[in-house]
């Protein structure tokens, strides 16, 4: 059993720079796949990054890709995402996750933390 907690979002404007943090709880941490996942108001949540239980693979969404980086640390039992160029677009609740397997769907993550708010202004 794993426990989730986000940290680090805000209010930036755009073109700035955050870097989300995901501290875990849990003797097997790096036994489990994890992701971030984000939600909008109005909008299903929609998937962001993957990382697999080494480190070694990742993946993106389009939408994403070239301007975020997501990375793990399991000695310190944390993943992180760091988020550049942001724009209004980005704006969402940034959940992460972790689950057997690295997947862009929610439902393959048996694990999620309570989110932490991303707001970028123009």
């Known amino acids: 059993q794993v426990q989730l907690v986000e940290s680090g979002g805000g209010l930036v404007q755009a073109g700035d720079s955050l870097r989300l943090s995901c501290a875990a709880s849990g003797r097997a941490f790096s036994s489990y796949a994890m992701g971030w996942f984000r939600q909008a108001p109005g909008k299903e949540r929609e998937y962001v990054a993957a990382i697999n239980w080494s480190g070694g693979s990742t993946n993106y969404a389009d939408s994403v890709k070239d301007r975020f980086t997501i990375s793990r640390d399991n000695a310190q039992n944390t993943v992180s995402l760091q988020m550049n160029s942001l724009k209004p677009e980005d704006t969402a609740v940034y959940y992460c996750?972790?689950?057997?397997?690295?997947?862009?769907?929610?439902?393959?993550?048996?694990?999620w933390g309570q989110g932490t708010q991303v707001t970028v202004s123009s």
């Open positions: 996750a972790a689950g057997r397997y690295s997947s862009r769907y929610p439902e393959r993550y048996n694990y």
